[in-house]
């Protein structure tokens, strides 16, 4: 279970990144489908949308009303979480993380977020909050290694 959790916030935020731009045509559809028949599902890809063309606030809105509608979903949980990261709204995001998985798990996903956005000694920092309570956990160890290789792979005067 916690390693699913832990490779779903990945696999959910790339699913989510097919096929939207901004200037896509999507965006009316989505919008339509979520005034005439809202569900937590066309929520849901109405703030992946928003994601995608950068708007953050939009996305983030689309997401808590689809949490109004299902607030027991893991993957729109997740999704607000990574929006949340990406604000800079780091405790909201492990807040998010916590809400669906273990606080190892919600730890390695803030974490990932980080890396996936260059904030690398950050990411490292929420690796060693989340192996310092789970030692053995598995996709940390593995985030740990691959965020050491990035920070010794910069320049002397970027580290």
């Known amino acids: 279970m916690k390693r699913i959790a832990a490779l ?4 959910t935020l790339a699913a989510g990144c097919v ?15 979520v005034r005439v028949s809202p569900s937590a599902h066309a929520w849901n890809e109405l703030g992946l949308f928003h994601v995608d063309a950068g708007n953050a606030a ?26 949340l990261a990406r604000r800079g709204d780091l405790d ?14 919600a730890h390695n996903n803030l974490a990932v977020i ?8 950050r ?9 310092a309570i789970q030692p053995d956990f598995g996709p940390a160890l593995a ?9 010794e792979k910069r320049p002397e005067g970027q580290r």
């Open 123 to 131: 990411s490292r920092e929420e690796l060693v909050k989340a192996l």
């Open 58 to 83: 939009s996305a983030e809105n689309a997401f808590r009303k689809a949490l109004e509608l299902d607030p027991k979903s893991a993957t729109i949980r997740n999704n607000l979480g990574a929006c």
């Open 19 to 33: 096929h939207r731009t901004p200037s896509n045509p999507l965006l009316k559809q989505y919008l339509e489908a």
């Open 92 to 105: 909201g995001a492990l807040q998010e993380f916590q809400t669906t998985a273990d606080a190892v798990t």
């Open 143 to 151: 985030n740990l290694k691959l965020v050491q290789q990035r920070i």
């Open 114 to 121: 980080l890396f996936e956005t260059g904030q690398y000694e």
């Open 8 to 11: 779903l916030i990945s696999f």
